[in-house]
């Protein structure tokens, strides 16, 4: 079974521009869940959408946004980038069924650099 | 608020030494612990998972233990590989795993 994979693996963008990441979870998965990683926050939730609908989201502004695909591909969409916005993207599949205890499993992520 | 500390932020130990990595958080009630495997390049990997009533988990040479008392986890590799050279990350459940509060992680370097 192919893991979970993400697109593109690296990205470089100016302030003020807009990106668009892209997730594909492990077959057969219905939720997809979406983090942010940086050296001095480490690992923080965005959201998760789930059946195509967001289900969960962190505490991130507006200008992170996301969606999902009836084939359960997502994408995640940062408009008017910051510097701050530096990070790398991890994107992670799961049944879904359970939000207490299932298993999630991770992409490589994406690495954003904003210049 | 919950808040999850990992030390050391680094470790460097020569092949075939048994060593420990360390876990605490702030509140304890929590409904299971991860710890998490991080190699670049290949994103994460779920090492073991601690439910709240248990005291510890074992696969292989990897050894969690977790006092919810104390607000303390702990890894425990054994005969250490070069091939576990990889920044290793807890955190917490706290009832919804998605919000997971995750440390900073120990980047561990195990020299040939």
């Known amino acids: 079974k192919a893991g979970v994979t993400q697109t593109p693996r690296y990205l470089i963008k100016t302030r003020g521009q807009q990106v668009t990441l892209s997730c594909s979870p492990i077959?057969?998965?219905?939720?997809v869940s979406w983090y942010q990683q940086t050296p001095g926050q480490g690992l923080q939730f965005l959201f998760e959408y789930f059946s195509e609908t967001q289900r969960n989201k962190g505490n991130f502004p507006g200008r992170f946004s996301g969606r999902q695909f009836s084939n359960s591909r997502s994408e995640m969409n940062v408009s008017t980038l910051e510097l701050g916005d530096s990070a790398l993207y991890l994107c992670?599949?799961?049944?879904?069924?359970?939000?207490?205890?299932?298993?999630?499993?991770f992409g490589p992520g994406t690495r954003l650099t904003v210049l | 608020k919950q808040e999850v500390t990992q030390i050391p932020a680094a470790l460097s130990v020569p092949e075939g030494e048994n060593l420990v990595l360390n876990c605490s958080f702030t509140?304890?009630?929590?409904?299971?612990l991860q710890w998490f495997r991080q190699d670049p390049g290949k994103g994460l990997t779920s090492l073991l998972l601690?439910?709240?009533s248990q005291r510890e988990q074992t696969s292989g040479r990897l050894n969690a233990s977790l006092d919810k008392s104390s607000g303390r986890s702990t890894l425990y590799i054994a005969a250490s590989q070069p091939g576990d050279s990889a920044t290793y990350l807890c955190a917490v459940n706290a009832g919804n795993n998605r919000k997971l509060i995750w440390g900073l992680g120990t980047s561990l370097a195990v020299n040939p």
């Open positions: 992670a599949s799961s049944q879904g069924v359970s939000l207490l205890s299932d298993t999630q499993y």
């Open positions: 077959s057969g998965h219905r939720s």
């Open positions: 601690i439910q709240s």
């Open positions: 509140d304890s009630a929590i409904y299971n």
